[in-house]
């Protein structure tokens, strides 16, 4: 959720718990009954969209902003508050032709690389990230973070964005390329 802390130093603790139920029922208007929604942190969800093929993410990545920008999250006092939020994603298996080349939790890091290059970017919007069909992931190391400007810049990996694709390459680590 972009800029979740200031309803809660604005409006109060309460106002933000009452935006996150409204979040939670957005969120589940959008997703099926067999997608995993979870809090993953204060203003963090995760969504695991089992089943989705992933040439949809964007898709069900842009329902979901959607689900928030266009309409007002109404409080208990009548208060009506524009909320947007920032997404992003990744597929798993992350490398289609090597499944078990990155487990899930290194999957997650991909999307939480993604969703802080989204906020970098502007906020209100997705990046996702995508491994190259032919992606040797045996020299990319435990920290994804630190080499992911290089794996970018060399094809290695891409991204799709709803975003200014020149502010999400610079947020990336200055990658000027990517697919989509």
Do not use: M
């Not at 200031?6 to 009954?33: F, K």
């Not at 690389?113 to 997705?126: E, P, V």
């Amino acid at each position: 959720i972009d800029h979740f802390k200031r309803v809660n130093d604005e409006q109060g603790h309460a106002a933000g718990d009452e935006i996150l139920v409204q979040v939670h029922d957005r969120l589940r208007a959008v997703l099926r009954s067999s997608d995993y929604l979870v809090r993953w942190g204060g203003e963090e969800f995760l969504v695991v969209a089992r089943g989705t093929p992933r040439g949809t993410a964007a898709v069900v990545a842009e329902h979901i902003r959607r689900s928030f920008a266009d309409a007002p999250f109404a409080l208990a006092d009548g208060t009506r508050l524009t909320k947007t939020c920032s997404i992003g994603f990744a597929s798993l298996p992350f490398v289609p032709a090597r499944p078990e080349a990155l487990d899930w939790p290194k999957v997650v890091d991909v999307a939480d690389i993604a969703l802080y290059a989204a906020k970098a970017a502007g906020r209100n919007g997705w990046v996702g990230i995508e491994a190259a069909a032919d992606a040797d992931v045996a020299g990319w190391g435990s920290d994804l973070r630190s080499v992911a400007p290089a794996l970018l810049a060399s094809g290695a990996l891409a991204f799709v964005t709803s975003l200014d694709r020149d502010r999400v390459a610079t947020a990336l680590g200055g990658v000027s390329q990517g697919a989509g």
